[in-house]
């Protein structure tokens, strides 16, 4: 109750300050699981997503947005948002498996699959980890691709600013495949990719972003596709 009250109380300033101009919301489902994938441009996307869907969005988080700033813990608790510990592979799979009974019970489920923001505002390699959600529990993958975001909240800023920002939601995405495969979870991953990238337009880069980020998030390194596939 307490998050349907705040939800209601910030939407007006959300659309104020954002000005969404959001496409394809009628391929967010009613009822039932679904997986929204989202490109990844600022520490907001997590926050404004749910804010602009009616349906609840559960998001998953790092352990710093809920114990870093209180105001972002307050709201990341308040959703119900899923912390996880980027340097752990076991914190990582119980998030996983706790998401996939969210999805089980019928709930929306949101994820970022380049699993950090982008340093340069181009598309990184996704972590198979929608792949798994998706062939594990058969919900279907709805490509996300947020625009504008990151000049709401610019790297290094504190204070939100008003910016128009764009949401374009793509159809659902049904695989088939065995969760516990490698292959199909990569194979699943790129094709999840590829359907964010024809959303957002953005240049794509087959490397993880975490790769390519400091510690302060700015690029430390600008690889190349050809550097990349070597």
Known sequence: MLYEVVKFAAAPLTH?????????????????????AANHLSVLDSFLLPALLPRHVTFTAKNEYFDGNPISGFFMRLGRSLPIDRES???AQAM??????LLEQGELFGIHPEGTRSPDGRLYRGKIGVAWLTLKTGAPVLPVALSGTEKVLPLGSKVPRPAKIGIAIGEPMRFEGDYRNARDRRRVTDEVMAAIQRLSGQEYVPVYASSVKGADGAVVARTSSAEAGG
């Open 89 to 91: 592979a076991h914190a």
């Open 16 to 36: 104020a300050m954002c000005r969404p101009h959001i496409t394809g919301a009628a391929h967010v489902p009613r009822s039932g699981p679904g997986i929204l």
């Open 96 to 101: 996983l498996e706790e998401a996939a009974a």
